[in-house]
């Protein structure tokens, strides 16, 4: 816009009416003459020049100074001076007095002299230039007006006929003093106006139409000279000070960048269009690894080695359009790195030539991070192998390409001890266990079977293409095998195993979702099992998987809907065969299907949790009923694993229970099984101990059945075992279990337990174990589990039986015939 305006041209005079703040220029700038001319007045409008729209800023007025001498300098003013003395000396002594021409050159000496002063200080530099420039406005002023009243004097008296010569050599003068000024306009014009005014005055005066024809000379010299210097000012100030600008800001740029190149990762590169490197950075050659006589000249591709994404690059190049952050892989010292370039053609200034510029940034860290990042979203650390997600695409994927009888195959393996190895050897033998435990399924895969771990201790391998089902079968059970091997952790020998559930499609299911819940169902059947094996899956599974839900969810109202029952068994005194307390034994009376087994519900409310809020109501429920039984009776109640897993919960309720209904804390006996011990962490015994401490009666259920026991009651004090039922019941039938029996009730006396048989339901089972020092019977021969509206203790004994045990039993059976005891008996 600044430019626009100066670019048209006004007459000056006409331009002067535009009011423009602005542009005076500060006043030591200012030729002295000028700044005293009135404001406003037609003098003021004629040499106020607007000349320029940029005043320079303070700091670089100094410079300005120096650019306008500097101009002005180099006209040689001294040789030019005595040169112009010398011609008009010779013209003038033709009709000139000599005492004129005698003072002419007296003047003219001092004029040089002055001249002569103002060079030297020029060239010495003892002044400021805005100091030297404000002498040479004086001096030039002194010389203009030297040679104006000079030649104003020699034009009045000279013949007629001189003029002819004179007039022209003066308005020359005027014209090259004018112009030699242009770096100080208003002394040029003003230098132009005088000179004028010399030729002006004589010749209107001399009254001659020749005279008045060099007046109207003199006046157009100076309105031209006026136009000329405007605009020739206009130039040189508008060059000098734009370029000043434009080295300032490419200094300043040029700064910037450097920085740039020397402080960040990413750098500057230009390439001709050919992509050949120009002129590369230090930092561009650093981070290349190469010499910049290397660099210069090379191809940019050269510097990648091939791959799509070089391909890419070269395309790229190959076209007119800019491209953004195109990373490319490089190796530099034998090391992959990643450099995303960005670039665009430029035109040269000179308009000739196209290349490319642009800037690279090596993000072999960010790519690293990235590359992590998608990794961790589709494998597992721990093992390295195929996560969940990954696992599931790939089923899909599978079946997406399955062709129509082609054979998918899916293994779902689960861990068996997992969690003891968990607890025992701390999260990181667990991470041990599970990377030998992937290892080896991996090691038995073969090509085209993708092994996967998809949670915990879970693992699956989905298998593809050529392999028979007799061939995924045997895989299966490979795999079972290589895991009942014990895993090594911390030079220690741990027990795995794993069970396997295997489905396969077409058969089991036509989607990858079909198939992968029915080898879940086969899993879940070999973990019932209990037996460490291979399971098919079987359409029977997934009814009773059904089953399982719809009890699941009928589960969830049982406990509000008071559909939960405890029935109580007697436990009886060996010797004296006196009811010495009950067992508190869940039964859940199911609206629709009657009665179900606490076999079937309690399992299910152990996966689901709701075994703590079903177990805190059993605690609260059993120790209510036998506040109302003689003091002498204790009441045993059964633990799940998952309530002492709860740890600080299960020792508040028990509290809570035992405070609310007032029965003295010995008469409570909690029987809890191997399983809560196999979760074997030092939380678990202490809270045992912690509840023992209570007073509570601490008893090892369903002795026997587990292949370790005997470690368990090192574990803890047990108060009590006991011995399950299968023992008592083979006791008549097998030597061993005779054995077995006879041997833990005295190892039991030994330690100082008290030992109870269970399931005793014949009197030949009783005499035998009245045969040792066994403390409790419990069984069908003397009650069921009875409401306790039914409890026979007030009877307090079971004399009768001792003569008549089996009648006591049909008895006991006939008064159980009305109760829900029945539908429950198996
Ligand atoms: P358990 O603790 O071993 O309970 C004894 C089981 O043996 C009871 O079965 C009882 O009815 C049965 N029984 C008693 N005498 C004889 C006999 O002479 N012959 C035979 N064949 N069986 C006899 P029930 O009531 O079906 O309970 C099964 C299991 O359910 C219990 O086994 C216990 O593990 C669990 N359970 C029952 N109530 C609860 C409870 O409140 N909480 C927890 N966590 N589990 C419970
Ligand atoms: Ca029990
Ligand atoms: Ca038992």
Redesign the pocket.
Known sequence: MAHKKLLIYQSPISKIAVENRSLLLPPIDQPLAVSRIKRGSFLYKLFHLQLIDHVPEAKDREWWARCRLEHICITPYLTYDLLRIAILAAIFATFMPLPFMLAMMVSGGCIAMCQVHVDRRYRNQTHSNRENLALVRRVVLARTLHLAVLNAIALFNAPADLLIVLVPIAVMLMWIEAVALLAIPRAAVLSAAINGLAILIPMSLAGTATAAGAAMVAVASFFTIHWAVFHLHYMFATRRLRTRKLTEANDTIQLLLNQYDQDGSDWLFECSEKGRILRPSPRFCEAAGQTAETLEGMQLLDLFYDSPERDELRLMGGQDQSFQRLVVPVIIDRKKRWWSISARKVTSSDGERRYWRGFVADVTRARAAEEKVTYMAHYDVLTDLPNRALFNSSVSRAFARRKDNGLVAILAIDLDHFKQINDSFGHAGGDRALRQAGERIEALARPGMLVARIGGDEFAVLIEGPASREQVIAFADTVVEAMNDPVEIEGQKAQLGACVGVAFAPADGTSGDEVMQAADLALYQAKANGRRAAVLFDKSMQERFQERRKLEVDLRSALVRGELQ??Y?PLVDTQTTQVVGY?????WNHPVRGSV???EF?PI??ETGQ?VS??AW?LRE?LAEASRWPDHLTVS????P??TRGGADLYTTIVQALAASNVSAHRLEL?I?ETVLMQENQETIALLHKIRALGVQIAL??FGIGYSSLNYLRAFPFDKI?I??RF??DMAVREDSDAIVRAVIALATQLNMRTTA????NTEQLERIRETQCTQL????FS??VPAEQLTHRQATFERMQTSPIAHLSANRVRGNSGAEQR???
């Open positions: 405890l029935h068994q067992e508190a034994l869940l039964r087994s606490p076999d309690v409310a152990e075994i079903i177990g059993v059993a109640v059964n633990l799940s998952v309530q029987e099984t259920d369903d006991k399950d039922r008592v019941g269970e399931g005793v339901e419990q069984g069908y021969l069921r589990a429950h008996s198996a």
